[in-house]
C-alpha cells in the first residue's frame, strides 16, 4: 500500500516539471522599465505600446574626417554660404592646379561662374598632361604626386582625407564677396566671436518686414535696401550693392569695430561698381589676383592666401606667414618644437624674429618640391600635430 501511495506520488510530481516556466531571454537587462503585458517582443517598428521610457539608442559616429585644424579666419572661409542651394550631384569638369577650381557664384546675379581656359595657351608638357585631369581626379592625382615627392606623406594622406579639393568640395558653390567679407570680420577675433558677428551683420539685411517690434527700429538697415534682400524664407548674405549704402552706424550695430565696417563698405563698393567681379577672380592668375586684392583695405596678403586656397580651391598656393603651415613644417622635418622658441631659424631670413618656426625661405625650398600642389601640401603640414611624425620613415 506504500509503495502504491510513492508511486502515485511520483507520479504526480513528475508531471507538475512537464511545463516549466520559460527562462526569461537572453538579451532582456535588468531593468525598472513597465514590461509589456504578453511575452511577445515589442515590435522594432514602434507599432503597439511602448515604454514609459525610451530605450536609449545607440549612437555611432558618423567617421566624417576632423575639421582642419586651421586659424579661425580660414574656416569661415571655408564655410557654406547662406544662400547655398542645395548641393547637386558633383559633376566632373576640367580641373587645373594653377587655376580656380571652385564654382563661383555671382555677388550681383547669383550665376554660377567657371574659370574660362585661356584664349591662346601656349603647348607645354604642364597642358599635355592637366588636359584629361578633372574635378574627379585632381585630388587623387595630387596626393600621387606628394607621395612620389616625399614618401613620408603617405602616413599623412592614409590618415587624413582632404574634402576641400574632393570632387564633392569642388562641387560648392562659393560666393566670392561673402568670403571676403568672413575674411575681414574673423580678424583678430576668436572664431566663436566672428561666427556671431557675421551672423548678426546677415540679420541686419535679413529683418523680418511686416510690424518689426519698435525696439529693433534702431538696428534695421536703411529704407533703400533691397526688398529681395529683406523678403526671403532664410538668411541670406546681402549683396555689395546693400551693403555699399547702408551707414556705417549701422553696420557697427553687428559688433563691428569702426575700422572693420569701413573696410566691408569699401570692398562692398568695389563688387558693386565691377571693379572687381567673380569672373576676374575666377580666371586672373595667381600673382595678378595676390596683387588687386592686397591692394584693398582690409586684405592682407594672409587673408587672400587663405583665400584663394578655401574659396577658390586654387591648389598651387602656399602661406609662408602662417605658424600653423611653420609649426607644422618644423615637425615634418624632424624638429622638435616644443623646444622652439619660435624665434627664427635661420638668421639670414628677412623679417626673422619673434613668432617663426622656420625661415621663409626654408618653407619656401621645401614646399617647392611640391609643385603644383601646394595646397595640398599646406593643408596637410596643419595635420602634422594630429599624427605621430615619428614614425615617418
Known amino acids: 500500500m506504500a509503495s502504491r501511495r510513492s508511486t502515485r506520488l511520483a507520479a504526480m510530481a513528475s508531471s507538475a516539471k512537464v511545463d516549466p516556466a520559460p527562462p526569461p531571454p537572453a538579451h532582456t537587462a535588468p531593468s525598472c522599465k513597465?514590461?509589456?503585458?504578453?511575452?511577445?517582443?515589442?515590435?522594432?517598428?514602434?507599432?503597439?505600446?511602448?515604454?514609459?521610457?525610451?530605450?536609449?539608442?545607440?549612437?555611432?559616429?558618423?567617421?566624417?574626417?576632423?575639421?582642419?585644424?586651421?586659424?579661425?579666419?580660414?574656416?569661415?572661409?571655408?564655410?557654406?554660404?547662406?544662400?547655398?542651394?542645395p548641393k547637386p550631384a558633383a559633376v566632373a569638369r576640367l580641373a587645373d592646379p594653377s587655376r580656380t577650381n571652385a564654382l563661383l557664384r555671382s555677388p550681383k546675379t547669383s550665376r554660377i561662374i567657371a574659370a574660362q581656359a585661356p584664349v591662346a595657351a601656349v603647348p607645354s608638357k604642364l597642358a599635355t598632361t592637366?588636359?584629361?585631369?578633372?574635378?574627379?581626379?585632381?585630388?587623387?592625382?595630387?596626393?600621387?604626386?606628394?607621395?612620389?615627392?616625399?614618401?613620408?606623406?603617405k602616413l599623412l594622406i592614409d590618415r587624413h582625407y582632404c574634402r576641400l579639393f574632393s570632387p564633392e568640395g569642388l562641387a560648392e558653390q562659393i560666393d566670392p564677396f561673402e568670403a571676403l567679407c568672413s575674411s575681414i570680420i574673423s580678424q583678430q577675433v576668436s572664431g566663436a566671436a566672428a561666427k556671431s558677428i557675421k551672423a548678426r551683420f546677415i540679420a541686419l539685411f535679413n529683418s523680418p518686414p511686416p510690424n518689426p517690434p519698435s525696439s529693433q527700429t534702431t538696428t534695421a538697415p536703411d529704407t533703400d535696401a533691397d526688398t529681395d534682400d529683406l523678403i526671403t524664407a532664410k538668411p541670406t548674405f546681402p549683396t555689395p550693392a546693400a551693403v555699399?549704402?547702408?551707414?556705417?552706424?549701422?553696420?557697427?550695430?553687428?559688433?563691428?569695430?569702426?575700422?572693420?565696417?569701413?573696410?566691408?563698405?569699401?570692398?562692398?563698393?568695389?563688387?558693386?561698381?565691377?571693379?572687381?567681379?567673380?569672373?576676374?577672380?575666377?580666371?586672373?592668375?595667381?600673382?595678378?589676383?595676390?596683387?588687386?586684392?592686397?591692394?584693398?583695405?582690409?586684405?592682407?596678403?594672409?587673408?587672400?592666401?587663405?583665400?584663394?586656397?578655401?574659396?577658390?580651391?586654387?591648389m598651387d598656393v602656399f602661406s609662408t606667414g602662417d605658424l600653423g603651415v611653420q609649426r607644422g613644417m618644423a615637425a615634418f622635418v624632424g624638429r622638435d618644437v616644443a623646444r622652439l622658441k619660435r624665434k627664427g631659424t635661420g638668421s639670414n631670413s628677412k623679417g626673422g624674429g619673434k613668432w617663426k618656426y622656420m625661415a621663409e625661405e626654408e618653407m619656401e625650398e621645401i614646399s617647392g618640391r611640391f609643385r603644383p600642389f601646394r595646397s595640398l601640401f599646406m593643408w596637410y603640414m596643419w595635420r602634422v600635430e594630429e599624427t605621430d611624425v615619428s614614425t615617418m620613415e
Not at 580660414?74 to 544662400?83: P, V, Y
Not at 566691408?264 to 558693386?272: D, E, I, M, T
Not at 565691377?274 to 595676390?290: H, K, N, R, S, V
Request: hydrophobic fraction near 35%.
Open 244 to 314: 555699399a549704402r547702408t551707414p556705417l552706424p549701422t553696420l557697427r550695430t553687428a559688433g563691428l569695430s569702426q575700422r572693420k565696417a569701413e573696410y566691408l563698405q569699401g570692398l562692398a563698393q568695389k563688387f558693386a561698381s565691377g571693379e572687381l567681379t567673380a569672373q576676374e577672380l575666377a580666371d586672373a592668375p595667381y600673382d595678378e589676383m595676390l596683387a588687386k586684392l592686397t591692394a584693398v583695405r582690409g586684405l592682407g596678403r594672409w587673408s587672400v592666401e587663405m583665400f584663394a586656397c578655401f574659396a577658390l580651391r586654387r
Open 34 to 85: 513597465r514590461k509589456a503585458p504578453t511575452q511577445a517582443a515589442v515590435p522594432v517598428d514602434g507599432a503597439g505600446e511602448v515604454p514609459s521610457t525610451p530605450r536609449k539608442r545607440r549612437t555611432t559616429g558618423d567617421a566624417k574626417p576632423p575639421k582642419t585644424p586651421t586659424p579661425a579666419a580660414a574656416n569661415l572661409i571655408a564655410e557654406e554660404a547662406h544662400t547655398q542651394k
Open 130 to 153: 592637366t588636359t584629361t585631369t578633372t574635378t574627379a581626379t585632381i585630388l587623387e592625382e595630387a596626393c600621387a604626386h606628394l607621395i612620389r615627392v616625399d614618401p613620408r606623406m
